[in-house]
């Protein structure tokens, strides 16, 4: 059986914006206690206005020389071939942190760039640490590889709008590709976990 | 019998779902549905005749994924479609509706596409539907209000066929996008839509605790289309868990508590809909009954009138305000939503928006200030204007049903606003003068609202859709004045009718006007007010509002009141200023000190020696510091920030003379970039360096850029961008200007560029952080 899912995170605090990596997000080598308060806000505000939520599916792949068939796409790329090397199947999903994050960067564009630059990194790192939560649940008693996201080496980034197509990303997520390939809302990533025979 | 007398005899049925249907007759993963009405016609017909066989009333065209921004020959398919449903009827009272699906892509700001792009996909599949004879439009699986809301324009602007839009609901009950029942039923029933309700991405099970909310909102008739249970996948297709039985007794549920369209979304079959109209049979709905509710809404929420005074921020107004007037004429809009963000922070409910000034086009700025606002507020807008073009470009970009500001008893002024009130819905705001002036009795004024009330029954504009302010004259001129306008609120709320008004004039000419102020907001709170234009940064006012809420049982535990008092006391403590230097208070980001030491140093020193002893060293000690990696951008930034600050405070003094201006530099995120974090930064740094920024936005078209610079004459252009696929759009902005203005320089930054790849779209310098373009703009003016 293959499963098509939704994940959401009603107890947010269960992710953790990982300060050490917002700090090299934003350059910053070290915190002498001067940006602490900033970094705190930003963690704070990442977590209030974001409402994480994932759609994933699992297919059978096929690979073929340089071509990876997931059915629903053939994506061409030599990195993704090797990544998925014994697998079969994959999960391909998509997670956002939702647009309430897209409108609070705006609106802190507006107040401070400083505060709007940490928020952003902060965003990021959230997005990251939701990503590894989903992975964790869909790889839980099975051997997977490390997840993969589209556009990244050679998976070429237009294959961004098959995968928000086959996960009806837009409908259930409101995730939507600009005609320049961006998702929106902008804290969203998309990833293939390769699962191991 | 047409759609419309059809519903008001008892339930409907819709059909339900399609894709799964397809799949069912070999449409593989990956086929566009839609191509299926012109290929397999036959097959669609088939599934329609089911859906009708199991006493669905309503055939739902497949079309929808129909529109020219997805599809190409968006006509033919919508025609075939149509006819294909028509085919498929065999009784009376089945009719076919025009299904229009959302566009996929997300609305400007946030995303890509305009609001009028999507009203044009969306006009195609109406027109083409309205031609090939549908019976309906069906605007279903919305995710935003705002797309809703162009796809709803499109279909009343296009055809006169009656309207019905379902939206979807997260498990929260919500949309994806934040928007609430409340808000997008005022919304939908405001433009007029005939029914209203939800569909998709739930189950009936699910779905069925929303239902109360929807129908207690509702005055028209309630569509709940849910989807079979949530998906799996079973063999590559997809399936959903809920059993037609299952389905349908859920759907009784739903009946029952007041729905009266219902039907199916993904997973349903010809099976689920035949158990639910057989469990239906014979069953009468609920009535559908008029609310009374006078409430506007933004993209999220609905704010209501009637409980709690509803505090109309007034901040967004060039009169008498020289900052706002300057931001207009120079095109500052962020200068006015920072006004929009500090009134929501100090507690409004909704904001004013007046922009008009004689020397600017007052509708185009209209649009945009909104448009920019809505980006970022979640509040509700009164659309402040007496210029009805101007008002009308506003009410159809607005993100909800707003409030109009204002309609008043003379006839032209009917005449022109108030078919505007009922075409794009809203609440409006009626002043009761009229073409001899302002009444000077309560009575006169009441008699004006009257005739207003009357005059907008007759446009179809119901009571509880407007809201009268009886206008309050000065107190120093006729101390008689403050007890009319107290005595017409009486009057008024006896009537039912709903009041607001603009305090402050009460006070003109008078000295300390906030205490004038907030008493009379105190009388006319005790009298009912229901509304008050007011600036929510007035202490005086804000304690009245606060006390009175805690005195009149409407704040619980007074928690609200405690906050506020709570809050205020801890501004006059954080006052206090420690011994530090300005020097310091920069490098540390500390703006409230900066503003404060800046503001001691002016008794004593020179404005520009300020300038030049105080805020530049500070700024150079901070940009060598990172550029030395002793501090970082975030260090950088804050210490702009504060620098910011500390030059307000010095301009304030000199009022414009010898403000410094190193240069005018174009800034732009190019054409299909959407995100402009790397542009602002750059431009705070670079303004604090003395230069004068234009900033021109995100996903700026080369002709834009073009455009501007020479209009302007500015020569130097900084551009980003953050995505490879967006680099070509940099190159090409580069290539235009410079063909037609060689002259003109250079400098881009963004994640993907790098100095080999800058030369070779033809910029002229590569700027890898902001210190960078503040060094090459200062090679560049020689400073």
Redesign the interface.
């Known amino acids: 059986?293959?499963?098509?899912?939704t994940m959401?995170l009603s107890d947010i605090t269960r992710l953790k914006v990982n300060r050490g990596e917002a700090m090299r997000y934003?350059?910053?080598?070290e915190d002498d206690c001067?940006?602490t308060e900033?970094?705190d806000q930003g963690e704070t505000d990442a977590l209030s206005v974001s409402s994480p939520?994932a759609v994933y599916?699992?297919v059978p792949i096929a690979v073929e020389g340089k071509t990876v068939d997931f059915?629903?796409m053939k994506v061409e790329s030599e990195r993704l071939v090797k990544n998925l090397e014994g697998c079969n199947e994959a999960y391909v999903f998509c997670a956002t942190l939702?647009?309430?994050a897209?409108?609070h960067?705006?609106?802190l564009?507006?107040?401070?760039?400083?505060r709007?630059?940490?928020f952003?990194a902060s965003c990021s790192s959230l997005i990251e640490s939701f990503c590894d939560y989903v992975n964790g649940e869909l790889a839980r008693d099975k051997r997977c590889k490390p997840r993969f996201s589209c556009g990244y080496g050679d998976f070429c980034?237009k294959h961004q709008a098959d995968i928000l197509n086959?996960l009806e990303a837009?409908?259930?997520?409101?995730v939507?590709?600009?005609?320049?390939?961006?998702m929106?809302?902008?804290k969203t990533v998309t990833a293939v976990i390769g699962i191991r025979r | 019998m047409d759609i419309l007398s059809y519903v008001k005899k008892g339930f409907v049925f819709f059909d339900g779902g399609m894709g799964t249907q397809l799949q069912a007759r070999g449409m593989k993963a990956g086929e566009c549905p839609e191509m299926w009405n012109i290929t397999n016609p036959q097959a669609i017909t088939e599934i329609h005749r089911a859906y009708f066989k199991a006493g669905a009333s309503i055939a739902t065209t497949n079309t929808f994924g129909a529109n020219p921004l997805k599809i190409d020959n968006t006509e033919a398919v919508v025609a075939s479609a149509v006819e294909n449903a028509k085919r498929a009827k065999f009784a009376e009272n089945q009719f076919v509706a025009l299904d229009i699906g959302p566009t996929g892509k997300l609305l400007k700001p946030l995303g890509d596409l305009d609001f009028e792009d999507a009203y044009n996909a969306f006009s195609v599949t109406v027109k083409a539907g309205a031609n090939a004879g549908c019976d309906l439009i069906i605007i279903e699986t919305m995710n935003d209000p705002y797309e809703m809301k162009a796809a709803v324009l499109a279909a009343k602007e296009n055809s006169s066929l009656p309207i019905f839009a379902t939206f979807v609901l997260d498990e929260k009950g919500k949309t994806v996008t934040g928007c609430d029942i409340p808000a997008m039923v005022a919304m939908l029933e405001g433009l007029g839509v005939d029914a209203l309700g939800v569909n998709c991405s739930l189950g009936a099970e699910e779905l069925e605790k929303f239902v109360p909310e929807l129908v207690k909102c509702s005055s028209i008739p309630v569509i709940v289309n849910p989807n079979a249970g949530m998906p799996c996948v079973h063999n590559g297709k997809t399936c959903y868990d809920s059993t037609p039985e299952k389905f349908a007794s859920a759907c009784v549920e739903i009946a029952k508590m007041g729905a009266r369209l219902l039907g199916g979304c993904c997973g349903t079959t010809p099976e689920h809909i035949e158990k639910l109209t057989r469990a239906l049979s014979g069953c009468k709905p609920l009535p559908v009954t008029q609310k009374n509710d006078t409430v506007v809404s933004s993209y999220s929420h609905a704010c209501s009138f009637g409980d709690k005074v509803v505090l109309i921020g007034e901040r967004i107004n060039p009169t008498g305000k020289s900052k706002l007037k300057a931001a207009l004429r120079e095109n500052n809009l962020d200068y006015l939503v920072s006004e929009a963000i500090g009134q929501e922070e100090k507690g409004a409910d909704m904001l004013d928006v007046n922009v008009g000034l004689p020397e600017i086009n007052e509708g185009e700025m209209l649009v945009s200030v909104i448009k920019e606002i809505q980006a970022v507020s979640a509040l509700p807008l009164q659309i402040d204007t007496s210029d009805p073009i101007a008002l009308e470009g506003a009410m159809r970009i607005y993100n909800g049903k707003p409030l109009v500001n204002s309609v008043n008893g003379k006839q032209k002024s009917m005449d022109s606003v108030l078919p505007l009130v009922k075409k794009y819905g809203g609440v409006v705001i009626a002043l009761t003068l009229d073409e001899s002036g302002i009444p000077s009795s309560a009575e006169g004024r009441v008699e004006i609202a009257k005739r207003i009330i009357e005059r907008a029954k007759e446009y179809g504009i119901d009571k509880k859709d407007i809201i009268v302010d009886p206008l309050c004259l000065t107190v120093s001129s006729d101390k008689n004045a403050p007890l009319v306008t107290l005595k017409s609120i009486e009057l008024l709320k006896s009537m039912g009718v709903k009041t607001s008004l603009g305090i402050s004039n009460v006070s003109f000419g008078l000295p300390s006007r906030d205490y004038v102020n907030s008493v009379f907001f105190a009388h006319a709170l005790s009298k009912g007010l229901d509304a008050v234009i007011m600036n929510p940064y007035s202490f005086e006012m804000m304690k009245v509002y606060y006390a009175h809420n805690a005195l009149m049982g409407i704040d619980d535990m007074c928690g609200d009141y405690i906050n506020f008092a709570s809050n205020s006391q801890s501004v006059t403590i954080a006052a206090e200023v420690g011994e530090i230097t300005l020097e310091r208070a920069i490098l540390k980001g500390l703006k409230k000190d900066a503003k404060e030491i800046t503001a001691n140093l002016l008794k004593e020193n020179a404005p520009l020696d300020i300038v030049n002893n105080h805020i530049i060293p500070a700024l150079d000690t901070v940009g060598d510091n990172y550029e030395k990696g002793k501090t970082f951008l975030p260090q950088l930034l804050m210490s702009a920030e504060t620098a910011t600050v500390a030059f307000e405070v010095v301009k304030e003094k000199i009022k414009g003379e010898g403000e410094t201006n190193k240069g005018e530099i174009i800034l732009a995120t190019v054409k299909g970039d959407i995100h402009d974090i790397g542009k602002n930064i750059v431009k705070v740094i670079l303004q604090n360096y003395g230069f004068r920024v234009h900033d021109l936005g995100k996903d700026v078209p080369p002709k834009n850029v073009l455009d501007y610079a020479r209009e302007h004459s500015i020569k130097l252009i900084g551009l980003s961008a953050l995505m490879t696929t967006t680099v070509p759009s940099m190159e090409e902005t580069i290539k235009l200007v410079k063909a037609e203005l060689p002259d003109t320089k250079f400098m881009v930054g963004g994640a993907v560029l790098n100095k080999e790849y800058a030369e070779m779209i033809g910029a002229d310098n590569y700027s890898k952080d902001a210190m960078e373009s503040v060094r090459y703009a200062q090679q560049f003016f020689k400073t």
């Open positions: 059986m293959i499963d098509i899912g959401a934003l350059g910053v080598k001067s940006l900033l970094l939520r599916v699992k059915g629903f939702g647009i309430s897209d409108r960067y705006e609106k564009a507006r107040i401070s760039q400083a709007a630059a940490v952003s980034i086959v837009s409908k259930r997520l409101g939507c590709l600009t005609d320049s390939y961006m929106v809302p902008v």
